[in-house]
């Protein structure tokens, strides 16, 4: 494949005009810098605004304005229902089957909301499994929910170490970690794609895992989620957790989703009850006795929030006409075409932190600038200075995504002859 790669940008410019997503780009909006656009490779943060959020934000506020308490039962898309209206396609981006996924809450929120019906410490078994220098949301929640219980974080937290070069994990670790402790680990808490490294887990392969021991398996999907290919259902995970500010486009804080699998459908185990997870033919009878819902719905707890989840459903239209395979198909390449810039043209600068193997990744490459953190900062900030717009991750990474449903092949070349030009600077 690198082989057909080439530093030119005649060569980008005609991969872009031959690409049959290119017009999907069109319908955001690319922050400007100076006199033209952005080069915005920061998807893996926050990605971009749809044009149609706009009007669509402006149809609930007319029908807020126009109808008042009557917008819950009228209007083109009732509220009373409106998360069902992303319910189809979000299951297809996360590939689950509707009743097991449900748009709400955060990532955090959800994150305690799962761990409360599938933390279940007992005195034997109450350890939980997760990467070291995992994102502090994931930290901050196990380590407290284990000290709601009772136990001791530094004897029932157990950090999974890396044994690859750059801090990533193979297979072989997970295992070694589950034969050493599987009968004392309560649950497996890892990412989709660990946030620093960008690597991608096989969501299947720990799942059995973690069964095989005893253990439940659930993932934090923040970084995975519109970026993968995910296929929940059939990888027999417990549960999983996402926020949709990134790769789903849904803006700032947007509501983030839940996925749990249908043999919990009706659990017996416990959870926090919300009036809007009680079974919705009986919801407005306002009995004393919680019914839950079947499926992830019962994990509400509040009725949904329109303005927010508008901006979601816009999204998700999008990810449906895109197509999650063609996404992928892009991403390969592109991704491909950036790291071939950086191993042909860029050597001599930068070393790519994220596994070689597509398999293992996603949209996401996670750089470092050779001769320490002030060198990579120093370039950093060149690179935003100049409109490459990037994120920093401490202590010394730098992460370029280019997301396929916006990013072209002219702005990973764009990207290479900035960092061109800032090493030239000496």
């Not at 998360?83 to 929120?109: I, K």
């Not at 290919?229 to 027999?236: A, V």
């Not at 949709?244 to 043999?263: C, D, I, M, Q, T």
Request: proline share 6%; aromatic share 10%; with cysteine.
């Amino acid at each position: 494949m690198s082989a057909a790669y080439e530093a030119t940008l005649a060569w980008a410019q005609a991969q872009d005009a031959a690409d049959p997503l290119r017009g999907f780009r069109d319908e955001f909006l690319i922050p400007p810098h100076e006199d033209r656009e952005s080069f915005y490779f920061c998807g893996n943060s926050l990605g971009l605004q749809p044009r149609a959020v706009r009007p669509a934000l402006s149809a609930e506020l007319d029908y807020w304005g126009e109808l008042g308490v009557e917008g819950h039962f009228k209007g083109r898309l009732p509220w009373m229902d409106y998360h069902e209206f992303v319910r189809d396609d979000l299951a297809s981006v996360v590939g689950a089957l509707p009743h097991e996924v449900v748009a709400m809450n955060t990532l955090g929120v959800n994150l305690h909301l799962m761990m409360v019906s599938f933390y279940r410490p007992t005195p034997e078994r109450h350890a939980i499994l997760i990467e070291a220098g995992s994102f502090p949301t994931d930290r901050y929640a196990v380590e407290s929910q284990v000290r709601f219980h009772g136990f001791d974080p530094a004897t029932a937290l157990i950090e999974l170490e890396s044994d690859q070069p750059n801090g990533t994990i193979s297979m072989e670790a997970i295992e070694r970690v589950l034969a050493e402790h599987g009968p004392r680990i309560a649950l497996v808490m890892l990412p989709g794609i660990q946030y620093r490294t960008g690597q991608a887990f096989d969501l299947a392969a720990i799942t059995r895992l973690a069964n095989r021991h005893g253990c439940m398996a659930g993932f934090d999907l923040a970084h995975a989620v519109g970026n993968l290919p995910l296929q929940l259902h059939d990888s027999g995970a417990d549960f999983a957790i996402w926020c949709s500010y990134k790769y789903l486009n849904s803006g700032p804080g947007a509501v983030g989703g839940a996925f749990v699998h249908e043999r919990h459908a009706r659990t017996t185990l416990p959870r926090f009850a919300g009036w809007w997870g009680h079974d919705k033919t009986t919801r407005f009878q306002m009995g004393p006795h919680f019914e839950p819902t079947y499926g992830a719905d019962g994990w509400q707890l509040s009725n949904p929030p329109i303005l927010a989840l508008a901006p979601l459903r816009v999204s998700l239209e999008i990810f449906r006409r895109a197509g999650m395979q063609r996404l992928r198909e892009k991403s390969l390449r592109l991704t491909g075409y950036l790291e071939w810039l950086v191993h042909s043209e860029l050597n001599q600068v930068l070393e790519v932190v994220t596994p070689g193997d597509p398999e293992r990744r996603g949209a996401q490459l996670s750089i470092r600038v050779l001769g320490g953190r002030a060198r990579g900062r120093s370039l950093f900030e060149y690179l935003m200075e100049h409109g490459v717009i990037g994120d920093w991750r401490e202590p010394d990474v730098i992460r370029i995504s280019p997301t396929p449903l916006y990013n072209r092949f002219a702005d990973c070349l764009a990207f290479a002859e900035v960092v061109r030009r800032w090493a030239q600077r000496g």
